[in-house]
């Protein structure tokens, strides 16, 4: 799925190395890397967005899976408990500072994951931490995923003081999470969180991350881009706005444009998109913020299918 990442890996925001090229067989690889979506496929997104908009959901849904979206995450980690989601394996190598806090001699450093899920990257960091000193937050707005990640071995056999502490906070709320103060938190991870909220949270959902952050702190941000295969593929009855979307099984969904995540972590004051150190005074510092495409083959079918992620770090000046 989302997760998944060819063998071969480079630095990181350089998204594999498998390239296609003039006079290659583009169906002797499952995979590759890179490939900017060709005219017929354009042309298939474009009809597909028109379909949808034009089979959109009921005003009556709309009002229902937007109320209280955290029900239908209990709903879908009851079902789906901890086994839906892989660890994500491939976090250090896209974003080192996970590796480097967990280091011995690193010393104090508190990381908070945002929107966790089943602690798919909180476990991770946990179990190869060696950093005595390394306090990490896991917190989502479902109660239910907070049970699975306190039920686990992992959390439960931690050593006092306990290195992991998982609780249900709302990322787009008006209160801070249990157990941190304002300017408290190193790095804050964001991985397919910000695409489950709703476009008029994003502006709460941002400050609060720039309110919890120290200054200097950066946000390691993950998620998916327009034109994706996953929006591509939604079916009538799903659209709920543009590049917004409900799934069967009620979970919401954004589809983000790289302009856009710029505009959205910047404070909405930066216009260029050449530059990749700039800030406005109120909004972060866009490190770097990339986009992974990924064309996916079915040798069989003779299938050409997209896969697009955005990726970022986006810092919090140091001179506020």
């Known amino acids: 799925d989302s997760q998944a990442n ?3 890996r480079t630095d990181p925001f350089q998204f594999g190395t498998r390239f296609l090229e003039e006079g290659d067989d583009i169906f002797a690889h499952n995979a590759w890397d890179h490939v900017e979506v060709d005219p017929q496929y354009h042309d298939f997104i474009e ?3 028109l379909f949808q908009r034009e089979n959109q959901v009921s005003d009556f849904d709309k009002k229902r899976f937007n109320a209280q979206p955290e029900k ?6 009851s079902n789906n408990n901890a086994n839906f989601f892989k ?8 974003f080192p500072i996970l590796g480097d806090v967990t280091k011995a001699e690193y010393g104090p450093v508190t990381v908070l994951e945002v929107g966790a899920g089943a602690g798919n990257t909180a476990f991770p960091v946990l179990a190869q931490n060696r950093n005595p000193e390394l306090k990490l937050h896991a917190c989502d707005y479902s109660k239910k995923a907070i049970e699975v990640i306190r039920s686990q071995e992992a959390y439960t056999e931690q050593k006092q003081p306990a290195v992991l502490q998982a609780d249900v906070w709302d990322a787009a709320g008006t209160e801070l ?12 991870v964001m991985i397919f969180i910000f695409s489950a909220l709703s476009p008029d949270q994003w502006e709460q959902g941002v400050a609060n991350a720039y309110e919890l ?38 979970t919401r969904v954004y589809f983000f444009e790289e302009q856009e995540l710029r505009e959205i972590w910047s404070g909405k004051g930066w216009s260029s998109s050449s530059e990749e150190e700039s800030h406005t005074a109120a909004g972060f510092e866009i490190v770097k913020l990339a986009v992974d495409r990924r064309m996916l083959v079915n040798r069989q079918r003779k299938l050409k299918m997209y ?8 810092r919090k000046p140091s001179v506020q």
Not at 308 to 314: A, P, T
């Open 177 to 188: 999470p249990p157990g941190l103060e304002a300017g408290s938190v190193d790095v804050i």
């Open 307 to 314: 896969r697009c992620w955005m990726q970022g770090r986006f």
């Open 6 to 8: 060819p063998q071969k």
């Open 72 to 77: 239908w995450w209990d709903k879908f980690y």
């Open 213 to 250: 952050l120290k200054p200097g702190g950066e946000i390691l941000f993950r998620d998916y881009g327009r034109g994706d295969l996953a929006q591509v593929r939604f079916k009538k009855g799903r659209y709920l706005g543009e590049n917004f979307y409900v799934r069967g099984d009620g």
């Open 87 to 94: 660890d994500r394996k491939w976090l250090v190598q896209e």
């Open 47 to 49: 009809h597909q967005t």
